[in-house]
């Protein structure tokens, strides 16, 4: 009898084709690419006279450094209009399954991957964006991956990583109502840290997890990166599967029974040993907000502003506390906003934009608030939520309904914070500077940004 593996054991053995002392070459299913990270990547090629192994194998559409509003007059600097002319000239000259601007199937490539099915269980992704950890929720091993790595996939459709360690964190208790997957994510890095699954694959488990949808669980597995782990995946169950059946591009009539067979094996074993264990009770969990510069300063919406002296690197709290302007003590509550972003790849999926639209339907935002942008993370969540008449809400409220794409999460575009500007956001980083030089974030659930931006401060929807 063979011994009990782990998911990501199943996976990543299934993909080696070399392995050395402490690291493998591990071949790479489907290579999703973005105009940022691939220009570099694709002169590499040339200058070494090759092309792409399995060029069929590539997904590319632009998303970080576009705009999301008035497409039609073009890009917003020559940067942004060089990295576009070059993703589209990589893509037509390598025969690279390319969405255009104008494409519906266009946005984030997170969000579009997913829901065209492109992403599967059992297969592995490469892309050259850290939070491509995102596709781990399928029990897919989703790597993030840096421009040099871009070439190497591109050109031997293989990827040298080190050798991982596995961890497992199981969430367990009741989710208590108004509680989302971020507030989960969020207070799992307040108890464990940023570092506390570096060199790990982190698998997610347990009830609460079963519990969740999959834009859920790919909001989880979003933040595993956030925790310093290389991978974040989550075992195949029934939502998994009717997620993804009918999606254009999963397997029809007997190669889908065939996959469903195959997904259905992707789980740990009952016996498997993971190298690191811990559990997470979120039973007792509030809405959570971030204070500081990292993901991990984070507290719930009813406590107040930490003394630094409290924390486990107070020169780090001192320093956060600077940058953002804020006081110890000072309630969670009583902090005022100046912008407030729904979107990014953590929380732009049509479910995050029907809980905002269930906060927001016949309120306004408030006063303060200097701008308020809901970014869709595809073309098809805008239609779709457009469909639905959720940008109706979204307009009548005030809100600044906009394009797909990466938008303030990295503030690349235009849609960025100003120096000293305070911003509410459902995005994946609040480090200095991360939407706009000087720019102050926090981070929160839809939910939150929501009820915030009617309020003006922080708020839960529950209050207004």
Known sequence: MSAAKTLFEKIWQRHIVAEHETSVLLYIDKHLVNEVTSPQAFDGLRAAGRKPWRSQSVLATADHNIPTFNRQAGMHNATAQAQLNALEHNCDEFDLHYYALNDVRQGILHVVAPELGETLPG????????????????AALAFGIGTSDVEQVLATQSLTIPKLNTMQVQLTGRIPDGIYAKDIALAFLREFGTDCATGHALEF?????????????????????????????IAVDDVTINYLKGRPSCPQGHDWDSAVAYWSTLHSDEHAIFDRHVEFDVSHLSPQVTWGTTPSMTIGLDECVPDPQTA????????????????????????????????????????????????VKNRKVAANIRQALIVPGSGSVKKQAEEE???????????????????MCLGMNNDSLSEG???????????????????????VSPAIAAATAIAGH???PGEL
């Open 123 to 138: 297969i592995t992704i490469a892309c050259g964006d850290s939070h491509t950890t995102t596709h781990g929720a399928f």
């Open 312 to 359: 486990k690197d107070p020169d780090a709290a001192i320093r956060a506390l600077n940058y953002m302007g804020l006081t110890a003590g000072t309630a969670m509550r009583d902090i005022v906003l100046d912008k407030i972003f729904i979107g990014s790849c953590t929380n732009s999926r049509i479910e995050d934009l029907r809980v905002v639209a269930q906060v």
């Open 205 to 233: 488990s347990g009830e609460v997890v079963s519990k969740l949808s999959m834009e859920g669980r790919m909001t989880l597995c979003n933040m595993a990166t956030e925790a310093g782990a290389r991978v974040g995946i």
């Open 458 to 460: 922080f708020a839960a």
């Open 421 to 443: 500007e305070r911003c509410a956001s459902t995005s994946n980083r609040n480090f200095e500077g991360r939407q706009g030089r000087g720019g102050r974030s926090h981070l």
């Open 389 to 407: 008449g959720l940008q109706d809400i979204f307009l009548a409220a005030g809100f600044q309904w906009r394009d797909a794409g990466c938008s």
